[in-house]
C-alpha cells in the first residue's frame, strides 16, 4: 500500500529484505535525470508513482506538453510497497455508503472502481507492459458471527445493484481454498493482481516516447501561483512554469493542506520463499477479511504468498518500521490459523504509510487554496483503480467540464474528520 523501508534486521540468521519486495525483485528499470535547466510545460505532474504515470498518460493522449516530476526515484515511494490487488471493493462497504453519501454516489464510486480494472487491462495490453497483470476473483470472508450478519447485508446490496457475487458459506470456502476458522463470504467475479511497480515504469517509458518529460530526484524548494501559471523552483534552483499543476503525492499532500482530511495509518506485509508446487486453489483469488483492522493476501507470479494488515497509527517513519519484526510475526500466526498446512517462510517484510478518508473516497479535483491546480489523491486499499477513475475526471477537469464524480470526490468539509 505505501513507503520504501531501508532499516536492516540483523536478528534473523537467515537472510531477509526488509525493502519492499517489488523494489527488489525488478531492480532499477529506468533512470531519468534531475532537473539542469528552466523550463515551461502545459502541465507539470508531481510524484511519479502509479498515479502519476496514470494522469501523465491521460494528459500526452490529450495533446498537452506535460512535465511529470518525483523528488525520489521513479515508483520508489508507495508504489513500490503496494500489494497491487485491484478490487472494486472499496473499504466502505456499500450498503454502508449509501447511508453516508445516497445510493446514487455509493453505487457510480463502486461502479467506477469496478470499470477502472477492465481499463488497467486494457492499458496493460497495449503498452505491452510485462508486469504480470491477471484478472482474478476475490473473497472477502467474515472472520466472526457478527461480522458474517451485515457481510451478508453487504452481499444483497451488491447483488440487488448487479454486481457479479455470490455467497460462500464457511465449509464452501474450506472446501475451494482450504481456509480454515472462517466464516461465509462474498465471492466478487471482479479483481485484479499486477506489478504496479513495473507497471508504472513501462506506462512512464511508452509515455515518453510520445513526448512526456521526466525528471525524478527534483524536489520543490518553492510554488508560486501567479494569475494564469504556477511557477515551480526545484531544490536546485531551477524553474517549471506550467498551465496547470496536478498533485499525485498521495498522503504526502496532508502536509500541504491544512484541513484534517486524511488520518494517516502504517499498514505492514510480508512475502514468503517462492514454492515449486503450485496453490492452485489460492492463486486465481484475492482474499481479505472483515477484521479491524481487515487481513489480506495473495500470491505472487513466482509462486510467492503474500500477506498483509496489521494497521496502526502512523506516527512517524523510525517508530513504524521499529514494529516491523512484531507485525511480521504477528502476520505470520495469522495466515498459519487460516492455511495451517501451508508451509510459509518470511522472504521480505516492510511496512508503509497510507491515508484513510471519513469515507473511504478518494480526494480528485481542486482545492480553493491552490490555484491552476488538481489533486488526485487516491487514499484507502482502492488507490490504483480510483486513480484510474481519476483519468477521466482530470481530462474533464483541464476541459472546465463537470464529472459525475465531481460531487463525491471533491474537498468538502462534509468529508474532514
Not at 244 to 251: L, Q, R, V, W
Not at 301 to 307: G, H, Q, V
Request: proline share 3%; charged share 25%; with cysteine.
Amino acid at each position: 500500500m505505501t513507503g520504501p523501508i531501508v532499516k536492516k534486521n540483523r536478528k534473523f540468521l537467515k537472510l531477509k529484505s526488509n525493502e519492499p519486495f517489488w523494489l527488489v525483485k525488478n531492480g532499477l528499470l529506468h533512470t531519468y535525470p534531475s532537473l539542469n535547466r528552466h523550463i515551461v510545460a502545459d502541465i507539470l505532474i508531481v510524484g511519479a508513482g502509479i498515479t502519476g504515470s496514470l494522469i501523465a498518460h491521460a494528459c500526452i493522449g490529450e495533446g498537452y506538453d506535460t512535465v511529470l516530476i518525483d523528488r525520489r526515484e521513479v515508483a520508489n515511494g508507495s508504489t513500490s510497497a503496494t500489494t497491487s490487488m485491484l478490487q472494486y471493493e472499496i473499504d466502505i462497504p456499500l450498503f454502508k455508503l449509501e447511508r453516508q453519501i445516497g445510493t446514487q454516489g455509493a453505487l457510480i464510486s463502486y461502479r467506477a472502481c469496478f470499470e477502472a480494472i477492465d481499463q488497467l487491462q486494457a492499458i496493460a495490453k497495449r503498452i505491452r507492459s510485462s508486469c504480470g497483470f491477471r484478472k482474478k476473483d476475490s473473497l472477502y470472508f467474515a472472520n466472526s458471527v457478527r461480522n458474517e450478519q451485515w457481510l451478508k447485508k453487504e452481499y444483497e446490496a451488491r447483488k440487488y445493484s448487479r454486481l457479479p457475487v455470490e455467497w460462500l458459506t464457511a465449509a464452501e470456502i474450506r472446501a475451494r481454498y482450504d481456509l480454515q476458522k472462517t466464516r461465509g463470504g462474498i465471492l466478487s467475479h471482479q479483481a485484479a493482481s499486477m506489478d504496479a511497480f513495473r507497471f508504472t515504469h513501462d506506462l512512464i517509458h511508452y509515455n515518453i516516447q510520445h513526448g512526456l518529460r521526466v525528471y525524478d530526484k527534483t524536489g520543490i524548494r518553492k510554488i508560486s501561483y501567479r494569475p494564469r501559471s504556477v511557477i515551480v523552483t526545484t531544490d536546485y534552483g531551477y524553474t517549471i512554469k506550467a498551465k496547470k499543476i496536478i498533485y499525485c503525492s498521495g498522503f504526502e499532500s496532508a502536509a500541504m493542506i491544512k484541513e484534517p482530511f486524511v488520518k494517516l495509518l502504517s499498514t505492514f506485509a510480508i512475502v514468503g520463499e517462492a514454492q515449486t508446487e503450485k496453490r492452485a486453489q489460492l492463486d486465481h483469488t484475492l482474499f481479505w477479511n472483515t477484521a479491524s483492522p481487515y487481513l489480506y493476501m495473495r500470491t505472487t507470479d513466482d509462486n510467492r504468498l503474500l500477506i498483509g494488515g496489521g494497521d496502526s497509527d502512523f506516527l512517524d517513519t523510525a517508530k513504524r518500521d521499529a514494529m516491523l519484526d512484531t507485525k511480521q510475526r504477528q502476520l505470520e500466526q495469522q495466515l498459519r490459523r487460516l492455511l495451517p498446512r501451508q508451509e510459509f517462510r518470511t522472504d521480505f517484510v516492510w511496512a508503509g504509510t497510507f491515508g484513510e478518508t471519513k469515507d473511504g473516497l478518494p480526494y480528485i479535483g481542486k482545492h480553493p487554496g491552490f490555484p491552476h491546480s488538481i489533486f488526485v489523491l487516491g487514499f484507502g486499499g482502492n488507490g490504483i483503480t480510483f486513480s484510474v477513475a481519476g483519468m477521466d475526471m482530470v481530462r474533464t477537469l483541464l476541459h472546465n467540464q463537470k464529472h459525475p464524480l465531481d460531487k463525491y470526490f471533491m474537498f468538502d468539509k462534509k468529508r474532514y474528520y
